[in-house]
């Protein structure tokens, strides 16, 4: 496949699809966007993506596939090896289940233009937007912790020892709590499989400061 | 399948999972939930989701589904007919971005916990919460309209002429801005598809008022 990835490497969509291609071993030519600058969007950009967000998945036939989550099923349905979903009903749900909790309760919350907001709006200063911040994170990430402690099926990874979605999105998290300095120590369970995930070749490749745009 | 599931008539998510119930022709006992009076929070409820909230879809077999996008899923993989989403991966890749646009861009953002934390952090008042509420459905819905209204997929549904998954969510999300009264004028292709849905029965059925705890 002749792949373009329009993204931003502290993007935590974007190291989210950047992981699954590389889960896949799928190669794409990296795109940067400078968001501060509104490069995203611009006429040629919203054409693209009309919500003017990244990552964009760019095929080389000219469609652009939006949203991380659609992108990461989409590939997972054309390129079903090696998984990102394991193969029984129950345990998709519950993957997805883990992949939405993140990606449906904690990061729409928690980026860059909802910060900004906060800062229009409330006024809402560094330490302000850093309590917001925490409070999802944390609440989240404690039920979350939860459930990856109690579950049989919690491995070296969310799901068993091969990384699925929830682990793409448990990975590009833990990198965006970063801009706030929040420690892990509270949740064992996700710090163990964060530790393990940063072992692996996809991940490490993926995180935000291995990106040609970091600073 | 016996199947219970746990909601609260007001809530989105719920509704979104009504309605695919509904869509597939599933009958399931309602088991309200009143959210501003913890009842959520108990423990019981904890064991059955650990974040506390609504929906979950409890089965006969003592499994509990979470998280209302992962449970649409689990549907349409168990029980096909009538599909939520397409048949070819592309067509799926648009209609989960259709639903991700909702479902990760503006419900999170909107939902009661939310305006809470809005209020208890930022002491925002209700004219404050409107605007807040307002700014994040109008930047995905006006993104949304245009994604529709160009697409040559669109038709009296979000996808051809049939209810998917991102109808689900666009139905959930018109019911949801009534809160502060946000009128549809600005985005004709979502108020004509929202009107359409209105007139099916597993729609009209999973609608707030319709529910036995609306007040």
């Not at 950047?18 to 611009?42: C, I, M, Q, S």
């Not at 404690?142 to 969310?158: H, M, Q, T, V």
Request: aromatic share 10%.
């Amino acid at each position: 496949m002749d792949l373009r990835l329009h993204n931003f490497f502290r993007s935590s969509t974007s190291t989210r699809v950047r992981a699954a291609l590389n889960l896949k071993g799928l190669p794409y030519e990296y795109v940067p966007y400078v968001l501060r600058d509104g490069e995203t969007r611009t006429p040629a950009y919203l054409g693209r993506n009309p919500q003017g967000l990244v990552p964009t998945l760019e095929r080389g036939d000219g469609v652009n596939l939006t949203q991380s989550l659609a992108i990461i099923e989409w590939l997972d349905e054309v390129q079903p090896e090696p998984p990102l979903l394991p193969r029984d009903p129950d345990d998709r749900a519950w993957v997805r289940s883990l992949s939405y909790m993140i990606a449906c309760e904690i990061h729409p919350l928690n980026n860059l233009r909802v910060l900004f907001r906060l800062c229009d709006q409330f006024g809402a200063d560094d330490e302000a937007q850093k309590e917001w911040f925490t409070h999802w994170v944390s609440l989240t990430f404690d039920a979350l912790e939860d459930a990856l402690a109690k579950d049989p099926r919690s491995g070296r990874c969310c799901f068993g020892d091969t990384p699925t979605m929830a682990d793409v999105c448990l990975y590009a998290q833990v990198w965006n709590n970063r801009r706030f300095a929040i420690p892990l120590d509270r949740w064992p369970t996700i710090r163990t499989i964060f530790e393990h995930l940063e072992t692996l070749p996809a991940f490490a490749k993926a995180a935000p400061p291995r990106q040609p745009d970091a600073a």
